[in-house]
Structure formats: C-alpha cells, structure tokens
C-alpha cells in the first residue's frame, strides 16, 4: 500500500463525503471488509479523486450520472450530499436530473428527485 495515497485519499473522502460518515466507516472496518475500505481509500479517493485532470465538482456531477445509471440509489443520496459540498448548486442538480431522465428513464428521475429534496430539507435544517 502506498501510505501517501492513501492518507491523501482518506483526506479526500473526508471532504466529499463528510468526516462522520467517513469515520462511521472506518470505525465499523473489520478483518473481512477493513482491506476494502483501505482499497477504497487509496484507489479511489487516492488516486483517481487527486487526479487534478478533473475538479472535484465535475467528479461530483459524474458520479450522480453514474449511480443513478446503475440504480445505485443509496450511494447516489450520499454522492449528492457530496456534489453540494463541491459547490454544484441545486440548479445544476436538477439539470442533471433531467439529463438522467432522458438518457436513463423518467422513474429513475422520479426517484432522483425525491432523494435530492430529502437531501436539500437536510442540508436546509443542518442535518
């Protein structure tokens, strides 16, 4: 394992997804799935979310396609709390909805859009 990556990836995860739920993760880590939260943190937020080719925010928009292309719906509720901490604004969101109901199908938008107003009334009262 390279500690640099890693140590720079847990600080990246940290930022995009927030340092309580990174921790809740980290903490909960046992000999089964502790090795995949290190890969986790090395390739994913180490290598490829310190690629500085693309900006976090853009990483942010990417990822909200993609998990909702793979119906991936919880990851996509906690991606989307991470694209608003990278500064894509709700109006982007729901452009990106509507890309996602095009491209991807109308239910999936439907559902999209019920986890981002869960989402923005969290964000809204400080949860």
């Known amino acids: 394992m390279d500690k ?74 906690l991606h989307l709390k991470g694209a608003l901490r990278n500064g894509v604004s709700k109006d982007e969101i729901q452009a990106i909805i509507h890309q996602i109901a095009v491209y991807a199908g109308v239910p999936l938008a439907v559902e999209c859009f019920r986890l981002a107003r869960k989402v923005f009334a969290e964000v809204e009262k400080g949860a």
């Open 4 to 77: 640099a990556l890693r140590d720079k990836g847990l600080a990246n995860r940290k930022a995009v997804l927030g340092e309580d739920y990174v921790n809740k993760s980290m903490a909960s880590a046992d000999d089964f799935n502790g090795p995949f939260q290190e890969i986790l943190n090395e390739y994913c937020w180490g290598m490829i979310w310190s690629d500085e080719r693309l900006p976090r925010k853009t990483r942010s928009m990417l990822n909200l396609v993609m998990l909702a292309c793979l119906n991936r719906m919880h990851e996509w509720e």
